[in-house]
């Protein structure tokens, strides 16, 4: 195979997000949108310049020979039948973030998974962020010696400043009455709320960093939205590994950040035995710093690397199309989802119990 003809499944704001890094593939074909809304893919393929086939039905995706790969960017209720399908079709499958909201349907996803010759992957954009990467870069090359302290704040404001703009449109993403919200507050069709949701991007990348979470304990505010869940602090140890990490959430409603997708914004820190490494934005523009600093004793070094945003959405695209034609496994494996979704469970069942939970003994 020297080119992927790929079907993007769901054409809502995120789409916005994961599909121009596909369309800049030179070996990628966005060959099918596909909605149950044929008119917002028709939308889709208006604002991108391309004259995909439309489908309102997976299954007839499915039954297209021509398609290779499919990108599930649907809700997440809808991710283990849409994944299993796939893998049984013969389709590659990239799916967006969480894998699904229990792990037995995890347990049903790794079946299909180890019994397919075709690649799967979870989309994670965050591993694919530049700033992310030069700090996973420093620390495995010894920079900061062993870390001992994993650090992630995540803050959203309760709007944008009225200078930010982008081309892309999340008008709607805030909306109430908005389809994406009203799935996710039922706790039936959606495991959570931040910790669960946005959580599942930081302890991937703290994953991703240092290695395997055993103990978690976490606080979180029980608010009156199923998403509301913040202000929240969840701490944890790694495994094998003499580090901690912590991830804590606030919420400023009179508050607005400068960003060109969401009102939020992260801060990450990972301290060493030698210095310390500084990622000073993500999701937004809120401090105007260099993206990475890395600070060992007396000496601070200011790094720049492509900081929007939207790079890891690119990054991770264009990972998944290089690992079909490489023959690669993508990162993301059904192993390192579903940790992922264990570490953001614990959170949830850490705080009901009051007590520690290990994630890797959930089943």
């Keep these: 195979?020297?080119?992927?003809?790929?079907?993007?499944?769901?054409?809502?704001?995120?789409?916005?997000?994961?599909?121009?890094?596909?369309?800049n593939h030179e070996k990628c074909n966005v060959y099918a949108l596909c909605d149950s809304n044929p008119q917002k893919a028709n939308m889709r393929a208006k604002q991108w310049g391309i004259s995909p086939k439309i489908f309102s039905d997976y299954e007839d995706v499915l039954n297209d020979s021509n398609i290779d790969a499919v990108e599930l960017l649907t809700p997440t209720y809808m991710h283990p039948n849409q994944i299993i399908d796939g893998l049984n079709a013969g389709k590659h499958v990239s799916c967006q973030k969480p894998i699904a909201s229990t792990l037995v349907?995890?347990?049903?996803?790794?079946?299909?998974?180890?019994?397919?010759?075709?690649?799967?992957?979870?989309?994670?954009?965050?591993?694919?962020?530049?700033?992310?990467?030069?700090?996973?870069?420093?620390?495995?090359?010894?920079?900061?010696?062993?870390?001992?302290?994993?650090?992630?704040?995540?803050?959203?404001?309760?709007?944008?400043?009225?200078?930010?703009?982008?081309?892309?449109?999340?008008?709607?993403?805030?909306?109430?009455?908005?389809?994406s919200l009203i799935w996710r507050e039922d706790p039936k069709l959606h495991a959570g709320g931040n910790v669960y949701d946005d959580g599942w991007h930081k302890?991937?990348?703290?994953?991703?960093?240092?290695?395997?979470?055993?103990?978690?304990?976490?606080?979180?505010?029980?608010?009156?939205?199923?998403?509301?869940?913040?202000?929240?602090?969840?701490?944890?140890?790694?495994?094998?590994?003499n580090c901690l990490g912590v991830l804590d959430y606030a919420y400023a409603e009179g508050m607005k950040i400068r960003s060109k997708y969401y009102p939020v914004d992260e801060f990450f820190e990972i301290q060493?035995?030698?210095?310390?490494?500084?990622?000073?934005?993500?999701?937004?523009?809120?401090?105007?710093?260099?993206?990475?600093?890395?600070?060992?004793g007396s000496d601070t070094h200011s790094i720049q690397v492509p900081m929007d945003w939207?790079?890891?959405?690119?990054?991770?695209?264009?990972?998944?199309?290089?690992?079909?034609?490489?023959?690669?496994?993508?990162?993301?494996?059904?192993?390192?989802?579903?940790?992922?979704?264990q570490a953001a469970l614990s959170a949830y069942i850490s705080f009901e119990k009051q007590m520690p939970v290990n994630p890797i003994e959930l089943i």
């Design 1 to 23: 195979m020297d080119r992927v003809n790929l079907a993007i499944v769901g054409c809502g704001d995120i789409s916005q997000l994961n599909a121009p890094g596909y369309l």
């Design 105 to 179: 349907e995890v347990q049903d996803i790794q079946k299909a998974v180890e019994t397919s010759s075709s690649k799967f992957r979870i989309t994670e954009n965050f591993i694919f962020y530049p700033p992310l990467i030069k700090a996973k870069e420093l620390l495995d090359s010894g920079a900061i010696g062993d870390p001992s302290m994993i650090r992630i704040r995540t803050l959203r404001a309760g709007g944008k400043m009225p200078e930010s703009s982008s081309t892309i449109d999340f008008s709607q993403m805030n909306d109430p009455h908005s389809d």
């Design 203 to 241: 302890f991937a990348t703290a994953i991703w960093w240092i290695g395997e979470i055993d103990q978690m304990y976490s606080f979180l505010t029980k608010n009156s939205s199923h998403l509301d869940d913040s202000p929240a602090v969840i701490s944890w140890k790694f495994k094998n590994r």
């Design 272 to 296: 060493g035995s030698k210095g310390a490494i500084f990622v000073t934005r993500c999701s937004g523009e809120m401090l105007d710093l260099p993206p990475v600093i890395l600070q060992t």
């Design 310 to 341: 939207i790079e890891g959405f690119n990054g991770a695209a264009r990972h998944f199309i290089d690992a079909i034609l490489d023959d690669e496994q993508p990162q993301m494996d059904i192993h390192f989802s579903k940790h992922t979704l």
